[in-house]
Each structure stands twice: as structure tokens, then as C-alpha cells.
């Protein structure tokens, strides 16, 4: 199983919205960035991903989910009505791809991005790289280990 952290502005799909349905699975749309959009369609049922929270007064890793549904066409790329709306991309070759994830847990304590940048052992996850506005990544196995062990 692989390990993966998607960033999210809570106000939008937090880790609360997660843990207010934990029987449901949330869809992960709107993703617009190409190789973010790689990331998804690596992902596989089962995997485990990190919530973090971005553009908010607490940024950092909030909580646990789990891939329930591999990469399938983003239906928001076709809904005029979205803000994801992307008129270049057709039904019969879509452009974005979307996966369903399910509550795990949220963790003890917020992870601040400030604390993960001073862990030695993630110098190479791109969230604690200056610049790096990725918005879904893969992480290492010890990398994963790390961040939990902070919890």
C-alpha cells in the first residue's frame, strides 16, 4: 500500500467534513494541476493518505483517510455549473480524474508545516520544499513514519 498526503483548505473538505460521515466516502475533485493529477492515478484502493491543512490559521496534517475508489473521471470537469469546469475536456477523453476517499482518523494534534520542516528525514517530501505548491504528493514509508511519530 502506498502513502500519500493531499492538501485541502478546510472551510472546503477538512478532516471534520471526513469524520462528520465516517461510513461515507468523500470525492477527491478539482484537482487542475497535471502532475497532481498523475499522483491520483497512481493511487490504489487501500492506500493511505494525510490530510493537511492549507490556507487556514492551523496549517498542517490533520488526520488519516483511505483510498475507497482508484482514479476515475473527474465529473467536475464536465459540470457547467462548477468551479472546476473545464470546457477543453470531453467524455470521451477526459482531462482530470478524481478518487474516493474514506475517514481513518483524525490525529491527536495538528502537525504544523513549521514543526514537519525541521524533522530530519523530510528534507525530500516536497510539502517542506520552499516553492512547492503541490497539491497531492506521494510519501515515503519512513516519511510517514515521522510525521505519525509527532502525533
Known amino acids: 500500500m502506498a502513502k500519500w498526503l493531499v492538501k485541502t ?16 466516502s468523500i470525492p477527491w475533485d478539482g484537482v487542475r494541476n497535471y502532475q497532481a493529477r498523475n499522483f491520483l492515478r497512481e493511487m490504489s484502493k487501500g492506500d493511505e493518505v494525510f490530510i493537511y491543512h492549507s490556507s487556514c490559521k492551523h496549517i498542517g496534517v490533520a488526520g488519516i483517510v483511505e483510498v475507497v475508489r482508484s482514479a476515475y473521471p473527474d465529473p467536475t470537469q464536465f459540470d457547467d455549473s462548477s468551479d ?31 514543526e514537519l520542516r525541521t524533522l530530519p528525514g523530510l528534507e525530500n517530501l516536497p510539502l517542506v520544499r520552499k516553492g512547492s505548491r503541490l497539491s497531492v504528493m506521494p510519501v515515503s514509508e519512513s516519511e510517514w513514519r515521522i510525521i505519525l511519530g509527532q502525533a
Not at 483548505?9 to 461515507?24: H, K, L, N, V, Y
Not at 478524481?98 to 483524525?106: G, I, M, S, W
Open 9 to 24: 483548505e478546510p472551510s472546503e473538505c477538512g478532516i471534520e467534513d471526513f469524520a462528520r460521515t465516517p461510513e461515507q
Open 84 to 114: 472546476y469546469h473545464d470546457p477543453k475536456s470531453a467524455p470521451d477523453k477526459p482531462r482530470w480524474d478524481a478518487v474516493d476517499l474514506k475517514f481513518v482518523r483524525t490525529l491527536p494534534r495538528l502537525i504544523p508545516l513549521d
